[in-house]
């Protein structure tokens, strides 16, 4: 037996099972296009559209018990002072103004060095390592034999005392210029006696972060030796969002916590925003300052920086859930006087944890639903106008009882 005789014999059974078949009513499966399949396939009508295609939502009318059944809750828009917490995460740094580079101005040896390890302590004016040079030989040398001539000339001579003075003027100023300081000048003058070596002296206090010199070693005019950081105040930078930077100012505090001192809340002031932003992270850098007195932050510690901004104050201000955001629009349904719920399309501004400003589109003193909105809007959607609840009557055509002809049934 064929396939096609099959399928008759079943088509024959099944129509003498149900006994005296009815005619099929106008809004029959039979009867349907292939659009009107597809409304009634995703729960009914689906609502007019506009220009652009999008679904016109329906004003709906709930009933209390319709509202219990869905969940629906409400809420009043009001004026408020709206405020977040901007949250970043930053890097301790030393700051650049308190970097000092220690050079030295004359070609030399290293005799001794007192600053002998990376990370010590020095103070200003402390010594740094003792220098042998010919020509620092040769300058102390000048300045002893300018200071014995200037002692044989009266101040009387006139010319000949002024010019004695310039060449001991001269000479000390050279050693001076060489980085010599003002106390061996001064012990030169008083022993009149030439040293082997003259010591180069710390010109800030803080911490040695790169030694670039060992003893024995031959220097150059101009070569590093020493970088010597101030940490007394320290810089704390952090990337901040494209769309927080507009909070942000010059001055206003910032909480930090520091990884390495857990518990611990810190307080700094933002001291300068960077004027170009990463393109790739859509993020700006912002600088933090704060003071370190007793060294317990270190350089390349990490750090959580928090930001406390107001967004506005005396602002229309909603919870998030009150707002469909359908990718086209914002949307939230807002209650009638007559108690209907029709759709408003609302523009947003900031966000704020659970809230967000509303820029345009809901006014103080409108009630809106806050929970379950979803809901609303898939009742909204299916409604056609003049239907009271939406979606109710969609499985019962006419809204009548549905049929209970016995041999209209049949069990799978």
Request: proline share 6%.
């Given at each position: ?60 009318h709930l009933t209390p018990a319709n509202e219990r059944a869905l969940g629906v809750v409400y809420t009043t828009v009001d004026r408020e002072t709206l405020t977040k917490t901007v949250r970043t995460v930053g890097e301790v740094l030393t700051p650049e103004p308190n970097l000092t580079d220690v050079t030295p101005k004359i070609d030399g040896f290293v005799e001794h060095l007192f600053a002998d390890a990376t990370g ?293």
């Amino acid at each position: 037996m064929t396939r096609t005789h099959l399928l008759l014999f079943a088509t024959v059974g099944l129509g003498l099972g149900c006994g005296t078949r009815k005619e099929a009513p106008a809004n029959s499966k039979a009867n349907m296009t292939p659009a009107e399949m597809a409304q009634m396939g995703s729960g009914g009508n689906q609502g007019a559209t506009d220009s652009a295609g999008i679904l016109v939502r329906q004003p709906v009318h709930l009933t209390p018990a319709n509202e219990r059944a869905l969940g629906v809750v409400y809420t009043t828009v009001d004026r408020e002072t709206l405020t977040k917490t901007v949250r970043t995460v930053g890097e301790v740094l030393t700051p650049e103004p308190n970097l000092t580079d220690v050079t030295p101005k004359i070609d030399g040896f290293v005799e001794h060095l007192f600053a002998d390890a990376t990370g010590a302590a020095v103070r200003r004016g402390a010594p740094l390592l003792s220098l042998y040079s010919p020509q620092l030989v040769s300058a102390q040398e000048e300045f002893l034999v300018a200071l014995r001539l200037a002692a044989r000339v009266d101040s009387s001579s006139g010319e000949a005392w002024r010019s004695a003075r310039a060449t001991l003027d001269a000479a000390r100023r050279r050693l001076a210029y060489w980085d010599i300081s003002a106390a061996q000048i001064a012990q030169l003058e008083q022993s009149g006696t030439v040293t082997k070596t003259l010591t180069l002296v710390s010109p800030a206090t803080g911490i040695v972060l790169h030694k670039d010199v060992v003893e024995g070693q031959q220097v150059m005019a101009g070569q590093r030796l020493y970088q010597i950081a101030d940490l007394r105040d320290v810089w704390v930078e952090g990337e901040v969002f494209e769309q927080d930077l507009q909070f942000l100012r010059e001055g206003a505090q910032a909480h930090i916590e520091i990884a390495g001192r857990p518990g611990e809340h810190l307080m700094g002031r933002v001291s300068f925003i960077y004027p170009t932003m990463d393109v790739l992270s859509r993020t700006n850098k912002v600088r933090l300052t704060m003071p370190n007195p007793e060294l317990q932050l270190k350089p390349g510690m990490y750090a959580t920086i928090f930001f406390d901004v107001v967004i506005g104050r005396n602002i229309v201000a909603i919870p998030r859930s009150a707002v469909i955001v359908t990718g086209e629009r914002n949307v939230v349904f807002v209650r009638g006087a007559d108690g209907m719920l029709r759709s408003q399309e609302v523009v947003l501004g900031p966000r704020a944890g659970e809230k967000v400003q509303v820029l345009d589109g809901l006014v103080p003193g409108e009630t809106i639903v806050s929970s379950a909105n979803f809901l609303v809007d898939a009742e909204s959607r299916l409604a056609s106008p003049g239907d009271n609840m939406p979606g109710m009557q969609h499985a019962i055509p006419g809204g009548g009882k549905p049929d209970t002809t016995p041999g209209h049934h049949h069990d799978r």
